[in-house]
């Protein structure tokens, strides 16, 4: 006879409760603090506003942090606890199938079976919550890293621009030069070291992959069963997927990480440009070269001029992309009751649009900076011109 019908109609409140034994905590509602405080640095990321780390944002995400770390902390002692009891009704199962061969009725091994469950239960409950911890406090730390990162950045661009706004030459041995050298390569083999992870992690993905497939098809011959054997394929398999996800979310940790370190370099070498072309010009004008100096008059015009033409192509693809999100919202607004492979896509293209729109106004705000630059330098040589 099998004890699972009864074992399943067993109500949670019919279970004596267990001395020592506290219930697993309530899930978090969505819309965490930790989700918060990334987003709105992904925000002002995005937007190009500075953060530093001695602003509140920052102190609320190692606040944050620390919450998280502490809240495991309680976790883990719970999950101590309901091991304790799980481990003594397990050792007090040991002789239950013996006395069921022997005619025992099987209530008591049906009722330890329902107490064992629902102390998995509430650790299950329990190691979900620490592990959107682990995720979060994960999340938090890169978030730190790219303030970090973005503030050394800024400092050093914006000291460049304030020295050449006082009309202040730049030696390349100069302090700030140094430094935007080093800061640049450092981020530089950092991208490089990305590159080698993401090598190593994509050959694991693929590992991975191969192994999933194989329990699929080994699954597909046992469709409609529900052996032990198939229990355990199928619990593989789900490992297996679960491996996968963790891959992939590993490889667009990297890919995250390359993006802004490609991102801060761009902002140091426009800097980098800026002193150098500042001093080309501050030496030209002192040379009193008049030809000379009107031949770099010719090249800044024709540089502002490949500027005009890029920004309108810009522009136009910035246009192109904003329609494109109207357009897919539209779509996605006409399917909010199901998630379909088709919605999924649709998602995805709008993500990609969004994006796109971004990076475009990014550059876009790139043009404007080094044009108005350009104006500025023209402006001198003009002057020393005559």
């Known amino acids: 006879m099998s004890l699972l019908p009864y074992f399943s109609r067993c109500a949670r409140a019919q279970l004596p409760r267990l001395v020592g034994v506290q219930l697993a905590a309530q899930p978090r509602a969505f819309g965490s603090s930790a989700q918060v405080l990334v987003a709105t640095v992904e925000a002002a990321v995005a937007s190009g506003r500075p953060i530093h780390q001695n602003g509140t944002l920052y102190e609320k995400i190692s606040e944050e942090v620390d919450r998280l770390r502490s809240e495991n902390d309680t976790v883990i002692a719970k999950v101590d606890e309901l091991d304790s009891s799980r481990s003594k009704l397990i050792a007090g199962s040991a002789n239950f199938i013996a006395e069921v061969r022997a005619g025992e009725d099987g209530s008591q091994m049906a009722e330890t079976l329902h107490q064992i469950e629902e102390l998995d239960r509430q650790t299950a409950e329990l190691r979900s919550q620490q592990i959107q911890n682990y995720l979060d406090i994960g999340a938090l730390k890169r978030q730190r890293v790219t303030i970090q990162k973005s503030e050394k950045v800024m400092e050093i661009s914006s000291e460049v621009y304030e020295m050449i706004a006082k009309d202040e030459m730049i030696a390349e041995d100069a302090a700030v030069a140094v430094s935007l050298a080093e800061t640049v390569s450092k981020l530089e083999s950092e991208f490089d070291s990305f590159s080698q992870s993401i090598a190593t992690a994509k050959k694991e993905l693929e590992n991975v992959v191969s192994r999933v497939r194989s329990l699929e098809l080994s699954l597909r011959a046992r469709r409609a069963k529900a052996d032990h ?53 501050k030496e030209l004008i002192v040379s009193g070269s008049r030809e000379q100096m009107e031949v770099e008059v010719g090249d800044l015009l024709r540089e502002m001029e490949v500027a005009v033409a890029t920004a309108a192509e810009l522009e136009e693809a910035r246009a192109q992309h904003s329609k494109e999100v109207h357009e897919v919202t539209a779509k996605l607004r006409q399917h909010e009751e199901v998630v379909t492979p088709e919605t999924g896509k649709l998602r995805e293209q709008l993500i990609a649009a969004l994006r796109e729109e971004e990076f475009c106004m990014a550059r876009l705000a790139v043009l404007r900076k080094s044009q108005a630059q350009d104006v500025k330098f023209l402006a001198s040589l003009r002057k020393a011109i005559g």
Do not use: C, M, P
């Open 229 to 281: 054997e198939t229990d355990t394929l199928r619990a593989n398999l789900i490992s297996g997927l679960y491996e996968a996800r963790r891959k992939n979310a590993q490889l667009t940790r990297y890919r995250i990480q390359q993006a802004l370190n490609v991102k801060l370099v761009s902002v140091l070498e426009r800097a980098r440009q800026a002193f150098r072309t500042h001093t080309r010009i």
